[in-house]
């Protein structure tokens, strides 16, 4: 669709009757200058105009709001497509190969017959953004859309703008705080700057390209799960603080980064702000999947400057519901109230990948500064199951991951009793009663620091 530079009613009109067969057949053209209320009337009064109208409007909205609205500076790379109903997302990694040692296995003639399984991870992205946007306009308002001067281009905006406009907003919302959520929880390896303050721009961006050459090497230091990942410097995104942003385009044009400012443009996007979040709306979009940021972990995000992410960090996946777009728009007349009803749905995966590469870099030394586990003390009974939870308090955004364990006084294995990676016990019914049980959780970023309980067999 091309775009529309300008936006007279005339103009307007007549692009809207020469996309809508229905009006282009039937309807003459409005001339340069003169009124388009009479031709308004026409197309009101008569339903099968009125509704091949509001469909064009619709359609052509989108090219209006584009040209003039906001853009959501992530769109480009947190947008990966579209899926059909049924479809999942299911992201599969393939870690390197095992390694062998020839001389170990030279005289094994039996070995090429073993077999040996692919490091492959996999993870299930679900649907789990399902909204639609609603406003609502009069007959009046159509009417007067006619008789006022850019009343179409104001009626445009009334019911395309707004619905659009909304879901723009709240994808980018969202997607930031899944980002500093992640960050906070420590599932983002932390890139500490010392003696931030006092680098000038260009050795700060030094520090950050530092980082950024390592992450184009296979490591696993860059994801939480381990894998051995590697991007190109073209696919590393830098997300930008809008200051720290404003001292890197002020005292250098051409940043150590970037070959040149062209490509500065390309590879780094703004932020307003890591520590700033719309919790109200938030709260509205995502319920109980929302949980707020203390204030101790705002400050914190306060001073993230960058955030380096790969292309493919981010995973947003439109549903097909019956649009190009992705999106379904509709609208619903109401004859009693003489008002429009108009819809817009989006059915959404919004995600993350935890196999993609990122680091937040930090002013803040990454630390642990305690662990806690609860509950600390506890009887549970033979056969049955207790969930434990570790409380990780941490500095500079570091893991608040843990490993458990358990086993007796002397941390020797009890039989019939076990804890998985997420701190389930379960105890057997053959275990003795009475037993004593320690539960350990240590920090998988600092071993030093770890919590124990103490649970007794009933």
């Known amino acids: 669709m091309p775009t529309i530079k300008k936006a007279t009613n005339a103009e307007l009109l007549s692009y809207i009757i020469n996309q809508t067969p229905a009006l282009k057949e039937n309807i003459d053209l409005p001339r340069q200058g ?16 009125r509704n091949a109208f509001i469909n064009t409007i619709n359609l052509i909205g989108l090219t209006v709001i584009k040209r003039n609205g906001w853009d959501n500076p992530w769109e480009w790379f947190t947008n990966k497509g579209t899926l059909r109903f049924g479809q999942q997302i299911r992201e599969m990694i393939v870690d390197l190969a095992n390694v062998y040692d020839y001389n170990a296995y030279a005289n094994d003639n039996d070995r090429f017959l073993e077999t040996v399984v692919p490091n492959v991870l996999s993870q299930i992205h679900e649907v789990n953004f399902q909204k639609f946007y609603q406003t609502t306009t009069s007959d009046m308002q159509m009417s007067m859309a006619f008789t006022e001067e850019q009343g179409l281009y104001n009626l445009i905006m009334e019911i395309v703008g707004s619905l659009y406009e909304s879901l723009k907003y709240d994808l980018y919302i969202t997607n930031k705080y899944m980002l500093c959520r992640r960050i906070v929880d420590g599932t983002v390896t932390p890139s500490y700057i010392a003696n931030f303050a006092n680098l000038s721009a260009r050795e700060r961006v030094a520090k950050m390209k530092a980082v950024a050459n390592k992450m184009t090497f296979r490591n696993p230091n860059y994801n939480p799960a381990g894998v051995r990942r590697g991007n190109r410097m073209e696919d590393l995104i830098l997300i930008m603080n809008t200051d720290f942003e404003s001292s890197l385009s002020t005292e250098v044009l051409a940043t150590s980064f970037f070959r040149d400012d062209a490509q500065f443009k390309t590879n780094g996007v703004l932020c307003d702000g890591f520590g700033n979040h719309d919790s109200e709306r938030l709260t509205e979009l995502l319920g109980s999947g929302y949980t707020p940021f203390t204030e101790a972990e705002l400050a914190e995000l306060s001073n993230v400057p960058a955030v380096l992410v790969s292309v493919d960090w981010f995973m947003n996946y439109y549903y ?40 937040v870099f930090g002013l803040t030394e990454p630390s642990i500064t305690s662990v806690a586990v609860s509950p600390a003390t506890a009887t549970v009974t033979k056969g049955q199951e207790l969930q434990m939870s570790a409380t990780v308090v941490t500095a500079g955004f570091a893991n608040k ?58």
Do not use: C, M
């Not at 003169?34 to 008569?46: F, P, R, W, Y």
């Not at 509709?330 to 003489?338: A, K, L, M």
């Open 401 to 458: 991951a843990v490993s458990w364990a358990v086993g007796d006084a002397d941390a020797l294995p009890i039989a019939g009793v076990t804890i998985d990676e997420f701190g389930k016990l379960k105890v057997a019914s053959t275990v003795a009663s009475s037993t004593t049980i320690y539960v350990t959780a240590t920090s998988v970023y600092d071993k030093t620091k770890q919590a124990q309980a103490t649970i007794t067999v009933a």
């Open 34 to 49: 003169e009124s388009v209320a009479e031709i308004g009337k026409l197309i009101l009064g008569n339903p099968t105009y």
């Open 320 to 359: 097909d519901l019956g649009a190009d777009s992705g999106v379904r728009d509709t609208e619903f007349y109401n004859p009693v109230t003489h008002k429009n009803n108009h819809f817009l749905s989006a059915w959404l995966v919004i995600s993350s990948s935890p196999y993609e590469q990122a680091t």
